[in-house]
């Protein structure tokens, strides 16, 4: 079944609030704009930040406008043969989502073994689950995240070279058969839709990422 101009209304989060502190510890007294490479033995970054995540409640779907009397009204067949059974798709639906309100917390600390030459860094991350395990879908990911981060910087000159890890574990989710709440969209009646998103979910990432700086 394919359909043209299908419209689809999507809610994002519109606001947010963030927190932090830092403290340095100095090498010698601050005369200019500090640099913490050459100014300070290490430092230690703690952030929260509070999402709106709730304003994601549903997607909005409009798929077409026709009557199942319209020769042209889409039709989703379940099988190659003529006689197959088939069904209509509703002319609007709506993709559950039913997110609640995040906090995430990040922490890591820059040591400079070599004051303004060689820098190490390690710090972890933690975000709070938006969806709940329901209407778990494979389009976006807002389950629990922990990161854990590492990096190094090399300065030489005016240049400084930089190289970053991250690894990233996603909490794993399991929507039990029968408890799926995004329903299936070939039923006339929504009523009679089944869940089309139950299963596990799981996830990781490897982050590595470079940069070089210079200044002029």
Request: aromatic letters at 12%; glycine letters at 8%; hydrophobic letters at 35%.
């Given at each position: ?39 300070e033995y290490f430092d230690v970054e703690v952030d929260a930040a509070w999402t709106q995540t ?41 993709v559950p989502k039913r997110w609640r309100d995040t906090w995430s917390v990040r922490a890591g ?108």
């Amino acid at each position: 079944c394919y359909i043209d101009g299908v419209r689809l209304q999507v809610p994002f989060p519109t606001m947010e609030a963030t927190f932090g502190a830092r403290y340095g510890l100095p090498r010698r007294p601050r005369e200019r704009v500090l640099d913490p490479m050459n100014d300070e033995y290490f430092d230690v970054e703690v952030d929260a930040a509070w999402t709106q995540t709730s304003k994601v409640q549903d997607f909005k779907v409009t798929l077409h406008d026709k009557l199942v009397t319209d020769p042209d009204v889409p039709r989703i067949q379940f099988a190659n043969a003529e006689d197959a059974t088939s069904s209509y798709p509703r002319q609007t639906t709506s993709v559950p989502k039913r997110w609640r309100d995040t906090w995430s917390v990040r922490a890591g600390t820059d040591i400079n073994l070599v004051p303004g030459v060689f820098t190490v860094r390690g710090g972890f991350s933690f975000t709070q689950r938006a969806t709940p395990v329901e209407y778990m879908n494979i389009d976006y990911w807002p389950v629990q995240k922990l990161g854990i981060h590492a990096g190094a910087t090399y300065a030489f000159g005016r240049f400084k070279i930089s190289a970053a890890y991250a690894r990233l574990i996603y909490q794993t989710i399991k929507v039990q058969v029968g408890t799926g709440g995004v329903k299936d969209i070939a039923s006339l009646q929504e009523a009679q839709s089944t869940g089309v998103n139950e299963g596990r979910f799981t996830a990781s990432q490897n982050v590595f990422s470079f940069q070089l700086n210079t200044g002029f």
